[in-house]
């Protein structure tokens, strides 16, 4: 459910009409809405009530944007973040530095020691070297950081591959029959703090079952661990529910999802923490865009629009579909291919795909482009970087300014031998 809709005929986010927005900001531009945003935030946080003890870190990869970190923030949601600049972020929109995650699998030294500087609440080790190097830098800070070793639990999740992370030949985490022993020597490591097992198995999940066992997986890993004497008080069974991108599609919901959990943990005795991305802020958002014009093709016109794969990237990367709707619907349909202005043939939204008739100058959106939307925007082709806008009820504000081409090209410098 999301707070996009049609009021008189035009597109709105909550109480606010998208032409609005885009004659004031310019477009492309990416649009949030806070009432979606929170009623997410609410429906997880209320699911996951079922159970005894539970924190949420929020994945800010997927939204970084500050605003809505901020709203989150007020939820009571912590972070998982992947570096230290999601670390930052995470600070700045004043998440306590204990309900902090730092997971990733290339976290330099520098990194490290920052983090333990700032009082990160968890450290997500993705090797036995990392272990060892952090507890030196712990050592060496006076601190201990507490941990958790992330599992490779060799589960196909049913994903995309390029969003797949729980197989054994994916770069993530331990494997899984060494997991017990690297456990073992890390916790008699001094300047580590071992409490937990933590996995994630991939990304925009559509079935329980993969979960389910992968869960069920690392449960027995922690009773050997336990039984071998060593403690276990959390496990961080990170994130990867799917949502609907196409209109009719069903994913598994929170409530559904909660009572999984609930039947696989029940005797587990643990805080369980969770790190939801995208079905936080998927559908929270939509990148509105105009069309420069519609060009005849040899099958199907074109449909070039003023976004492009820089701007919204996981068409061109995980051939993901996002739902195209004109902002103005005439009622009429066609059948066209969408394309952004890149010279890349990889900058296609949609091919041969029946949408509504759009002409020059129209505005449409793409839907659900909350998660992995703005955060992986770039400036390919000297574009500028596209800017995001924050609506709640009949106030808007840009959350993120647009960076022009121009500001990019002052931060390029030609040395004297050229000049
Ligand atoms: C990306 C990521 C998440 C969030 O994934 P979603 O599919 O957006 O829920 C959680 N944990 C880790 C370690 C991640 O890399």
Partial sequence: MDHFHQVAGVLHAEDVPLPRIAAEVGTPVYVYSRATLTRH????????????????????????????????????????????????????????????????????????????????????????????????????????????????????????GKISTGKAENKFGVPYDRAAAIYARLSQTEGLQMRALALHIGSQLSKLEPLEAAFTKVGALMQDIRAAGYSVTHMDLGGGIGVPYKAGEVFPQPEEYAAMVARVTGNWGVTLMFEPGRVITGNTGVLVTRVVRVKEGATNPWVVVDAAMNDLARPALYDAWHDFAAVEPTGETFTANIVGPICE????????????????????????????????ANTYNSRPLVPEVMVDGDKWAVVADRIEPATILAAERVPDWLA
Avoid: W
Wanted: aromatic fraction near 6%.
């Fill in 345 to 376: 043939s990889s900058d296609t939204f949609a091919m041969a795909r029946e949408i509504d008739s759009v002409k020059r100058g129209d505005l449409a959106v793409f839907r659900t482009a909350g998660a992995y939307g703005a955060t992986m």
């Fill in 41 to 160: 935030a609410r429906v997880f946080r209320d699911a996951l009530s079922v159970l005894p003890s539970a924190r949420i870190a929020f994945a800010v990869k997927s939204n970084p944007n500050l605003a809505v970190l901020k709203v989150l923030a007020a939820e009571g949601y912590g972070a998982d973040v992947v570096s230290v600049g999601e670390m930052e972020r995470a600070l700045a929109a004043g998440m306590a530095p204990d309900s902090i995650v730092f997971s990733g699998v290339g976290k330099t030294e520098a990194e490290m020691a920052r983090a333990l500087e700032a009082g990160c609440g968890q450290f997500n080790l993705e090797s036995e070297e990392e272990g060892l190097e952090l507890a030196e830098i712990a050592r060496r800070l006076g601190k201990t950081a507490a941990c958790a070793l992330r599992v490779n639990p060799d589960v196909d999740a049913g994903t995309h």
